[in-house]
């Protein structure tokens, strides 16, 4: 699986939105990208993966780049209550786990 | 009527004994996984099972035997606990393999050894 580079740690206002970055130069054609979060004390939660265009759920956006080398996760009205870890994973279809890097500390402020 | 479920939440022991961690998903999928988060919270997976067969083992010490008596359970049980197996333990559920491989996680059991 392709590695992932995200920021350590970001700030955000509540009710604005959260743009979390995550860099996967070495992506294959094959390699979707998934994104995870885990609120403190609680196990990781799924919120959204994508291949090569964007996608939108009722959790979040994803927005994967042309050359499918980067992504940014949006979360259009952050709440306190999206304050965690979130995990940018790149995966291949069929492969069987996740590989968890250290994530990005998003923390939302009121 | 939560998705997969674990107990106990919590488990605290001494070195050497044995203990056994239950997960349960109602959620009819195929393949469960045990993950394990360290103190530096880094997640890596340890087991997979599919259909109640073992398809992944991550070099995981032959002290932890996952057992599976049917696809929606995957036990793991641990012998002669050492200080360094503390650590939050997590079980997942997927479909199986393929595109829309979404794991779902349970809430965790927080283990500390004494």
């Known amino acids: 699986d392709a590695k992932t580079t995200q920021p350590t740690s970001m700030d955000c206002a509540e009710g604005r939105a959260a743009n979390l970055p995550c860099n996967h130069s070495t992506i294959s054609g094959n390699e979707y990208v998934y994104w995870y979060r885990q609120i403190h004390s609680q196990g990781p939660q799924y919120i959204i993966h994508?291949?090569?265009n964007n996608e939108t759920n009722e959790m979040a956006s994803l927005i994967i780049t042309e050359d499918r080398k980067s992504s940014t996760l949006i979360l259009p009205h952050a709440t306190l209550r999206d304050t965690a870890v979130y995990y940018c994973i790149v995966r291949a279809q069929g492969a069987q786990k996740l590989v968890f890097g250290q994530g990005t500390r998003l923390t939302i402020n009121p | 009527d939560t998705a997969v479920s674990q107990t106990p939440k919590y488990l605290v022991t001494q070195m050497g004994n044995d203990k056994s961690i239950k997960c349960e998903q109602n959620l009819g999928h195929d393949t469960m996984y045990w993950y394990k988060q360290d103190s530096k919270k880094f997640l890596k997976i340890m087991f997979s099972?599919?259909?109640?067969?073992?398809?992944i083992n991550e070099t995981v010490p032959n002290r932890f035997s996952p057992k599976s008596p049917d696809k929606a359970h995957l036990n793991l049980h641990i012998n002669s606990l050492e200080l360094g197996d503390s650590a939050v333990y997590f079980c997942?559920?997927?479909?199986?393999?393929?595109?829309?491989?979404?794991?779902?996680f349970g809430a965790g059991t927080r283990l500390s050894v004494l």
């Open positions: 994508g291949l090569k």
């Open positions: 997942a559920s997927s479909q199986g393999p393929g595109r829309k491989n979404i794991q779902y």
């Open positions: 099972y599919n259909n109640k067969e073992l398809i």
